[in-house]
T-cell receptor
Framework: EAGVTQFPSHSVIEKGQTVTLRCDPI?????LYWYRRVMGKEIKFLLHFVKESKQDESGMPNNRFLAERTGGTYSTLKVQPAELEDSGVYFC??????????????FGPGTRLTVL | AQRVTQPEKLLSVFKGAPVELKCNYS??????LFWYVQYSRQRLQLLLR??SRESIKGFTADLNKGETSFHLKKPFAQEEDSAMYYC???????????FGAGTRLAVHP
């Protein structure tokens, strides 16, 4: 079974440009999450989709970030315009929901974003 | 506030030595805790979760509610255990994970 995939693996852009990150969850997983780790900091939650609906977007840093999940399958995270402080690793995770008393999130390899 | 603390950035041991990676949490209610591991050039992967009370790759972790801890232990470290280890708490009422800063384990031959 394929795991969570993310594209691209690495993106280098200039300040002010736009970047779109993509995440394909494990097939059948209704829950999709975005996290990020900026330099020297903890991995922080950004938002959570259940199918195509945003369940929780409390971690989105500002309105330069826009996440979508059309049709409840893959998701995109757009940063427009990018700022220097957006540099970091963006992780996507997916889960099947509460089964066996817990909900396990499976992570993608991450996209390393560098804003120059 | 819900928080996870991993006090050690780096833990360096020799092969065969016991390992304990510390994790303390702040949470009201019954916590749902996990250990994730990231080996070099690999993705974050689940190592174990407290609800399963399992042992993976020789690692165990016991939830101690009195001390609000979920330390990860292994009696004899192997070189292939060298990795970044993250303790995480599932936020109550939501599905978001709250991560600690991570501890890098280096096992030397």
């Amino acid at each position: 079974e394929a795991g969570v995939t993310q594209f691209p693996s690495h993106s280098v852009i200039e300040k002010g440009q736009t970047v779109t990150l993509r995440c394909d969850p494990i097939s059948g997983h209704d829950n999709l999450y975005w996290y990020r780790r900026v330099m020297g900091k903890e991995i922080k939650f950004l938002l959570h989709f259940v199918k195509e609906s945003k369940q929780d977007e409390s971690g989105m840093p500002n309105n330069r970030f826009l996440a979508e999940r059309t049709g409840g399958t893959y998701s995109t995270l757009k940063v427009q315009p990018a700022e220097l402080e957006d540099s970091g690793v963006y992780f996507c995770a997916s889960s099947a929901g509460w089964t066996g008393g817990t909900d396990t999130q499976y992570f993608g390899p991450g996209t390393r974003l560098t804003v120059l | 506030a819900q928080r996870v603390t991993q006090p050690e950035k780096l833990l360096s041991v020799f092969k065969g030595a016991p390992v304990e990676l510390k994790c303390n949490y702040s949470y009201s209610g019954s916590p749902e805790l996990f250990w994730y591991v990231q080996y070099s050039r690999q993705r974050l992967q689940l190592l174990l979760r407290h609800i399963s009370r399992e042992s993976i790759k020789g690692f165990t972790a016991d939830l101690n509610k009195g001390e609000t801890s979920f330390h990860l232990k292994k009696p004899f470290a192997q070189e292939e255990d060298s990795a970044m280890y993250y303790c995480a708490l599932l936020s109550g009422g939501y599905n978001k994970l709250i991560f600690g800063a991570g501890t890098r384990l280096a096992v030397h031959p």
